[in-house]
């Protein structure tokens, strides 16, 4: 792959996947790109340890996107991008995750290159992967699951999409962005025939500090979501995988004090 990180050249973007969190999760080229950086676009959850990479001089600007209120449209983001590359700046566009895992790194991409610009993409680590790492949550096994599908839970239009197929036995299903949706997300699963008590883990601020790993059934995941007061960043994972991680079983837990209550009331 020819390489873009040539200290010489000037007016060109480098799309970098800053990881799941914890910075010595970066790859070593994603740092060898932070260094040669004037300008930093970059998502508001981004460590500022990665950051901090840059060069002191380097122009930082946070382009931080929360539900339903984003600092820039993509198209102002995808045109300030490409005002800085015409400047003649090395520009890093710093993503979460992975640029190309709902990350709307593709349609940067083809933004800058509309411009006639020069772009590189170096992949990260995605927050399904840091995330399920830590957790020790395998997402394929060979007695467990042969299939992963990665889909997205706040989007527009979720419950008329087809997610048929995605989650039950021998599949693992990762759903990002789905804290705000996990009952929808739970009742349109078991709509489309997933078993109640399929298990689901819930992996919040992977890799992060205050990170926690809660598991459940799928009957209970929009109640455990709220009773636990899981806040993003989290993803969410559906299948039999889950058994096999460190993930807290929050059910038998609630379950466990519920009847303590019982038994008090009843005293």
């Not at 209120?69 to 993503?95: C, D, F, M, W, Y």
């Not at 009742?187 to 890799?207: C, H, I, Q, R």
């Amino acid at each position: 792959m020819a390489s873009l990180l040539d200290p010489e050249a000037r007016g060109r973007v480098i799309l970098v996947g800053a990881g799941p969190g914890d910075p010595g999760l970066l790859t070593v080229r994603a740092v060898e790109a932070l260094r040669q950086a004037d300008v930093v676009v970059h998502d508001g959850l981004i460590d500022p340890r990665v950051l901090d990479l840059a060069p002191p001089g380097a122009q930082r600007i946070s382009v931080a996107k929360r539900r339903a209120r984003h600092t820039l449209p993509q198209e102002a983001i995808n045109a300030l991008i490409v005002a800085h590359v015409i400047a003649g700046s090395v520009v890093v566009r710093l993503k979460g995750g992975d640029p190309f895992i709902f990350g709307r790194g593709g349609e940067e991409v083809e933004a800058v290159r509309a411009a006639g610009l020069a772009v590189e993409v170096i992949p990260g680590v995605s927050a399904a992967l840091g995330c399920a790492a830590e957790a020790m949550l395998p997402l394929t096994h060979r007695d467990h699951s042969s299939a992963v599908s990665f889909v997205a839970g706040q989007c527009k239009g979720l419950a008329e999409q087809d997610w048929a197929g995605l989650a039950g036995q021998g599949r693992t299903l990762v759903i990002y962005m789905g804290v705000a949706t996990a009952e929808a997300i739970a009742d349109k699963l078991m709509a489309d025939g997933v078993a109640p008590d399929m298990p689901v883990a819930v992996l919040e601020k992977g890799t992060l500090p205050g990170h926690r790993a809660l598991r459940t059934l799928l009957a209970d995941l929009g109640a455990m979501v709220t009773r636990e007061k899981v806040a993003s960043p989290a993803i969410i994972v559906v299948g039999e995988v889950v058994e096999l991680s460190d993930a807290q079983d929050r059910l038998a837990g609630y379950a466990r004090m519920a009847d303590g209550m019982a038994v008090g009331n009843i005293a």
